[in-house]
């Protein structure tokens, strides 16, 4: 069975969410926004 899951990345995360990248980085280390996960390399997503 293939995994369906979607990672969002940087740009699509801020149109989406319309939070800055410094916001989101302090309100997910406050624990209210979801963790990234390192894709490799530089390269971070959302699930």
Do not use: N
Not at 8 to 26: H, P
Not at 32 to 42: D, H, I, T, V, Y
Request: with cysteine; aromatic share 8%; proline share 2%.
């Amino acid at each position: 069975m293939l995994s369906t899951d979607r990672f969002i990345r940087e740009k699509e995360c801020e149109k989406l969410t319309g939070l800055s990248r410094s916001c989101r980085y302090r309100l997910e280390k406050a624990g209210q926004f979801p963790s990234r996960r390192k894709l490799g390399g530089r390269s971070v997503g959302w699930s």
